[in-house]
């Protein structure tokens, strides 16, 4: 049986009806304003918890990536400090190639023994180089130098610094030691270079300084060789950071498309959305004022 | 042949029906906006007929009896209606309740907790990089500070909101008390017209809409008596109104919080549906969000403390808590703190490990780890921060949500019952108007029957003279 339609339900559903409306009206003007299909996490409370999952993995992909820009930049660094450090060990050996083949008198051994000592100095410059606050081949040990003024190798501990670069990924070392350059198994550069430089200038033993200086000049090599395993190790990391930054700006695009997909609207959709709602809402309030709330009493006379 | 003057009375009679007819029509336009009102209809019958009239052996009317006037009702409708409106009633609560609290934990492009903790651990993560910076520090502590607001503000507003809820559920109890009183005399009133076979139907719409206001509020339901009076009974069947009876409902303050606990006559009593159970709803599920929240302040607190107190400061110093710990009680989003000795001195800040160097940051690494480690344990929930903290703002979103999805079904549910009252006992303006044309022209049609009889009496006296 069809109901009685009385005036109060007719007007009941005429009010329902333009709430209704206005009410989709607003949301596609809400959502084509603000350009998202998310303004509030009850509009999808699923996608609101992967955005913020999301939001808080590319935060950290962010972090990663200045972290690695950091450590690239260190290496780089060391790096350069390095090539120049391999030069003036080159130098070290030059000279002392000729003060092992130079029979000259003691008084023209001076200058190439002033030369070492310079040398000498440069190489301990060169291994004590800072970046900032701390040493680039200071590792984690800060509070002094590889080497002492005096040259002598700082005995506190020390390790390569490391970062993480990567969510759940394996440390990076973003640097090396000077330990791992400056000693060999006998001592440090500074130490036979100092000992080269005395034997130049002569102790009184002919035979030994000799000895002296030509073990020197054999270690050099080694030395070298040191010198460029350090710096292949800082161009490998280098390599491995470049990658790990390619990887990590590929992850937050992927993360962005994602996100965006989730929380921002198709703007063509919005705008056809909006032209629907305001059309139902102009049709249903032109015709509640034709029609509505007529009865037979406007007919009678 | 004499003169007949039972025509007068057939006529008086017709004319007493239309204007009755008339007026209750009126009656009925008038009210035609009322909420609760219950259209009326006049009740005719023919009047017995007289014994062989006349003389001629026949039986003749004696006209039209008015019996009385009838309220359309369907009690079984008016039941319904009360139920659906007492479950829209808590829908609506709920849903106006939990609105503000998605819109506290809603992440902007800065301010929320959410952002605030990848600040704080992202600071972290900078002074892995550069553990011997003394800036990114201050930056820590300040990121540190950053989120305390963040858990403070976000808690502030969730205790608001709950207060709120709280202040209206009193509110509410109030007005359940002044419509029960009403309801009580309402009883009385109808009782005693009743009796006196008066007519009750306004007394009973004014009763009707008033047990719908109190099962909007409390889900009461009522039972009509013998007499015409009605019992309300809350939801553990306990009576609130009782014949010309009403019982007092109060909101007792109750520890810890002091939020209130309804009482009837200072019994323990459960209200489960309707406003009060909505706001009731409310009331408890953001008790649980401010308690996820405190959990999730504490067991962050508690796991940045021992990584921190694990390694040495930018000094050498062994490193010490990092946020605040309470002289008493449990950190909490409201208590949640950086600790002084860090704001004093940035350089506190923890970075490396006891014995590693100041180039070390693998505390700090520990640290900016926890954001994302799954083995964090809030409350009874294991898991990342961050998945937790989604989950929370989710899972406030989601009431809502619900809570709107189901009053949206609920008013299509509402807006039916309603119709189907209205079907009953609304007024339609058209069949008041062909009411009034149709007792209009019945009084026109007995104020003329009444002249053709006076036209006939004067006839026959006329005759006699």
Same mark, same amino acid.
């Given at each position: ?10 007007s ?11 009410q ?25 918890d ?20 950091a450590?690239?930049e260190?290496l ?20 002392l ?8 008198? @003691?008084e023209a ?6 030369e070492?000592?310079?040398i ?9 180089? $800072? ?10 040990r ?20 490391a ?6 990924g394996t ?19 500074l ?16 035979t ?24 292949? $190790? ?9 990658e ?10 992927a993360?962005?498309?994602? @996100?965006q997909?989730?929380e ?22 032109q015709s ?7 009865s037979l009493l406007?007919?009678l006379? | 042949?004499g %003169? ?10 017709a004319?007493?029906? &239309?204007?009755?007819? %008339? ?7 008038? =009210?035609?906006?009322t909420?609760?009102? +219950?259209?009326?209809t ?14 001629t052996? *026949?039986h003749? &009317? ?8 009838k309220?359309h009702r369907?009690q ?8 659906e ?5 808590r ?9 503000p609290?998605?819109?506290? *934990?809603?992440?902007? /492009?800065?301010?929320g ?18 553990p011997?910076?003394?800036a ?11 989120l305390?607001s963040?858990f403070?503000? !976000?808690?502030?507003r969730l ?5 709120q ?22 009883n +009385? ?17 004014q009763r ?6 109190i ?6 339901r009522?039972? +009509? =008596?013998?007499?015409g !009076? ?11 109104v ?18 209130? !606990? ?13 406003k ?8 408890a ?6 308690? +996820?929240l /405190? ?5 962050l ?16 110093n062994a490193?010490?808590a990092? *946020?605040?710990t ?25 970075? &490396? ?6 180039? /070390? ?5 520990n640290?900016?780890? #926890?954001?994302?480690? !799954?083995?964090?344990v ?6 990342s921060?961050? =998945? ?5 703002v ?5 009431? %809502? ?6 009053l %949206? ?6 807006a039916?019952?309603q119709a189907?009252? /209205?079907?009953?006992s609304?007024v339609s303006l058209?069949?008041?108007a062909?009411? #009034?044309l ?5 009084y026109?049609?007995?104020?003329? *029957? ?13 005759l006699g003279?």
């Amino acid at each position: 049986m069809l109901f009685r339609i009385t005036d109060a339900a007719s007007s009941a559903r005429l009010t329902n009806q333009i709430s209704t409306a206005r009410q989709r009206v607003a949301l596609s003007q809400e959502q084509l304003a603000s350009g998202k299909r998310i303004n509030r996490p009850s509009d999808d409370p699923v996608g609101t918890d992967t955005v913020i999952r999301l939001r808080t993995a590319q935060s950290q992909l962010e972090r990663f990536t200045n972290n690695a820009a950091a450590g690239k930049e260190t290496l780089l660094l060391g790096d350069g400090v390095l090539n120049q450090y391999q030069e003036v060990l080159d130098q070290a050996y030059a000279l002392l190639t000729r003060a092992a083949s130079d029979p000259t008198v @003691v008084e023209a051994r001076e200058p190439i023994a002033i030369e070492l000592d310079g040398i000498t100095a440069r190489l301990q410059q060169l291994a004590n180089a $800072k970046n900032g606050d701390s040493f680039v081949f200071g590792g984690t040990r800060i509070a002094a130098p590889p080497f002492a003024v005096n040259g002598v190798l700082n005995p506190t501990a020390s390790t390569e610094v490391a970062l993480q670069v990567e969510p759940e990924g394996t440390l990076v070392a973003t640097g090396v030691t000077a330990e791992s350059f400056v000693t060999d198994a006998t001592g440090s550069i500074l130490d036979a270079l100092k000992a080269a430089s005395t034997a130049i200038r002569g102790t009184g033993n002919a035979t030994a300084d000799r000895a002296t200086i030509t073990g020197t000049l054999d270690r050099l090599p080694g030395f070298s060789s040191l010198s460029n395993i350090a710096r292949t $190790k800082l161009g490998e990391r280098f390599n491995h950071l470049e990658e790990v930054t390619e990887r990590l700006s590929q992850a937050n695009l992927a993360v962005e498309q994602t @996100v965006q997909r989730i929380e921002n609207i198709d703007i063509a959709e919005a705008a056809v959305n909006l032209t629907t709602t305001n059309t139902a809402l102009d049709a249903i309030l032109q015709s509640s004022s034709k029609f509505g709330r007529r009865s037979l009493l406007d007919f009678l006379g | 042949m004499g %003169v007949n003057f039972s025509m007068f009375e057939i006529g008086r009679r017709a004319l007493r029906a &239309g204007q009755v007819g %008339v007026e209750v029509a009126s009656q009925n336009i008038a =009210n035609v906006n009322t909420p609760g009102y +219950t259209r009326q209809t006049v009740q005719l019958s023919a009047a017995v007929p007289s014994d062989g009239l006349l003389n001629t052996g *026949f039986h003749f &009317g004696t006209g039209v009896n008015v019996d009385g006037i009838k309220g359309h009702r369907d009690q079984f409708i008016a039941t319904r209606l009360r139920t659906e409106t007492a479950v829209n009633g808590r829908l609506t609560a709920e849903r106006d309740a939990l609105a503000p609290v998605e819109a506290a *934990f809603q992440e902007g /492009d800065k301010g929320g907790i959410g952002a605030a903790l990848q600040g704080f651990f992202g600071a972290f993560r900078d002074l892995e990089a550069n553990p011997t910076a003394t800036a990114i520090r201050a930056a820590v502590v300040e990121k540190g500070n950053t989120l305390a607001s963040a858990f403070h503000a !976000t808690r502030s507003r969730l205790t608001e909101i709950r207060q709120q809820a709280d202040q209206e559920v009193r509110a509410a109890v109030n007005t359940v008390n002044d419509l029960a009183g009403k309801v009580a005399q309402l009883n +009385t009133q109808i009782r005693l017209a009743d009796a006196n076979d008066g007519n009750s139907s306004g007394l009973v719409d004014q009763r009707t809409v008033a047990i719908q206001q109190i099962a909007e509020i409390t889900g009461a339901r009522s039972t +009509t =008596n013998a007499d015409g !009076t009605v019992t309300l009974t809350l939801g553990d069947g306990q009576a609130l109104v009782y014949s010309d009876q009403a019982a007092k409902l109060t909101a007792e303050d109750t520890p810890p919080d002091g939020l209130a !606990t309804v009482k009837i006559d200072g019994q323990a009593t459960v209200i489960r549906e309707g406003k009060v159970r909505g706001l009731q709803n409310a009331v408890a599920g953001i008790g649980g969000q401010i308690q +996820t929240l /405190d959990d999730l302040a504490a067991s962050l607190a508690g796991r940045v403390n021992a990584a921190h107190a694990a390694g040495s400061d930018l000094n050498g110093n062994a490193g010490s808590a990092f *946020f605040a710990t309470p002289v008493s009680g449990p950190v909490t989003a409201e208590n949640f703190e950086v600790a002084a000795a860090l704001k004093a001195n940035p350089r506190r800040v923890v970075a &490396g490990a006891t014995g590693a160097g100041g180039g /070390d940051g693998s505390v700090a690494r520990n640290i900016a780890e #926890l954001l994302s480690d !799954t083995a964090s344990v809030v409350g009874t929930t294991t898991g990342s921060y961050t =998945n937790i903290f989604a989950s929370l703002v989710s899972s406030a979103g989601a009431a %809502v949500q619900a809570a709107d999805d189901e009053l %949206v079904t609920q008013s299509a549910i509402l807006a039916q019952t309603q119709a189907q009252r /209205d079907s009953v006992s609304g007024v339609s303006l058209d069949e008041e108007a062909i009411n #009034l044309l149709q007792y209009q022209k019945a009084y026109e049609a007995a104020a003329r *029957f009444l002249r053709v009889a006076d036209e006939m009496t004067q006839t026959i006296l006329q005759l006699g003279q």
